[in-house]
């Protein structure tokens, strides 16, 4: 998106502290998408280093903030329309986290053709219409994948 600056939020925590009272943009996991402002922030997985006070992750996996944003909406988007959805405050697992950025705050209350702002209600329903549709699709692609003798996620036999 050209009004969004993301951030590689390395193992270094001043990574997060540049972006308290900042308005961001939150991808998540299950493509849900939340703008609001970051207020607090904190890690957890982190062991201390001995070493100069260098923190170490305890794994590998990267890392990880549980982050707390106040003034929170959820943005949706379908078809050419989107709606806001007030939140509040909202408190995110690092691990659910896709994608964060700064946004533009010039540019924030521009959209970009050809979408334009409907009720919540009227996208809701055609979110939870699209939903549908696309669980019947990946159910009909399933079922001509087990037939050229593909399986499916999830599919197979639990072994005791």
Sequence with gaps: MWWLRTFDLSADRESYIGL???????????????????RSWDQFGWIHDCKECGWKRADDSGPTANLVFQDT???IFVQDL?????RGIFLVRGENVLLLGE??????DYIPEPYRKASAEEV???????????????K???????ELG????HTGEVLL
């Design 20 to 38: 308290i009272s900042e308005k961001l943009m939150l991808v998540l996991r299950d493509g849900r998408k939340l703008i609001g402002v970051l």
């Design 73 to 75: 909406i959820e943005r």
């Design 82 to 86: 989107y709606a806001d959805i007030p």
């Design 103 to 108: 946004i533009d705050l010039d540019k924030d």
């Design 124 to 138: 809701h329903a055609l979110h939870k219409q699209e939903i549908q549709d696309r669980k019947q699709s990946d």
């Design 140 to 146: 009909f692609k399933h079922k001509k994948l087990q």
């Design 150 to 153: 593909f399986e499916g996620e």
